[in-house]
T-cell receptor, first 115, second 114 residues
């Protein structure tokens, strides 16, 4: 299994509070991704990173920010959590751009509940 | 932009029966297509991928998928279902201006009955 851990694995928080989710990899892969998974929507890309301090927005980036100060860590922050951000969040990594030659490996997920 | 549509959010199959999961794609450029599987409380795992080398793609756990350009489809099949195939399956596409960003379908939950 690819060395990807996510913390915390479960979190319950209240509306309006800041939340930070952490993704840590031991594979030294260049690309890291944050997705959210919701019933009926599959996985949707929030943000991704193509190197230290290099990030870009995905399909559903509103209300989220990310940071990557080290190759191995990719942080997802909800500045002020809302109930619509209740979801399961997955981190993924790939050595190069995900596609033909570079498989995207997924972490175990973080279940976030915003009350 | 690319997109995928998975027909059927839930599929129930008997153990030993054919598994058929449908995926249709929309793409303005030749797509790269993937099938992922998600077991309960786990992340996604790659089953197989289409990279234009061959239209019939074989993956892990006895699954295979056929790319049909004329039908814009990439359906996933397994001749004989096993209880361990119970999981959620996702079709995904990338390519063109969205290279490196996977666009996922909504997923199909497979239930296997004895």
């Amino acid at each position: 299994d690819a060395g990807i851990t996510q913390s915390p694995r479960h979190k319950v928080t209240e509306t309006g509070t800041p939340v930070t989710l952490r993704c840590h990899q031991t594979e030294n892969h260049r690309y890291m991704y944050w997705y959210r998974q919701d019933p009926g929507h599959g996985l949707r890309l929030i943000h991704y990173s193509y190197g230290v301090k290099d990030t870009d927005k995905g399909e559903v980036s509103d209300g989220y920010s990310v940071s990557r100060s080290k190759t191995e860590d990719f942080l997802l922050t909800l500045e002020s959590a809302t109930s619509s951000q209740t979801s399961v969040y997955f981190c993924a990594i790939s050595e190069g751009l995900a596609g033909v030659y570079n498989e995207q490996f997924f972490g175990p997920g973080t279940r976030l509940t915003v009350l | 932009a690319q997109s995928v549509t998975q027909l059927g959010s839930h599929v129930s199959v008997s153990e030993g029966a054919l598994v058929l999961l449908r995926c249709n794609y929309s793409s303005s450029v030749p797509p790269y297509l993937f099938w992922y599987v998600q077991y309960p409380n786990q992340g996604l795992q790659l089953l197989l991928k289409y990279t234009s080398a061959a239209t019939l793609v074989k993956g892990i756990n006895g699954f295979e998928a056929e790319f049909k350009k004329s039908e814009t489809s990439f359906h996933l099949t397994k001749p004989s279902a096993h209880m361990s195939d119970a999981a959620e399956y996702f079709c995904a596409v990338t390519g063109g201006g969205s290279w490196g960003k996977l666009q996922f379908g909504a997923g199909t939950q497979v239930v296997v009955t004895p």
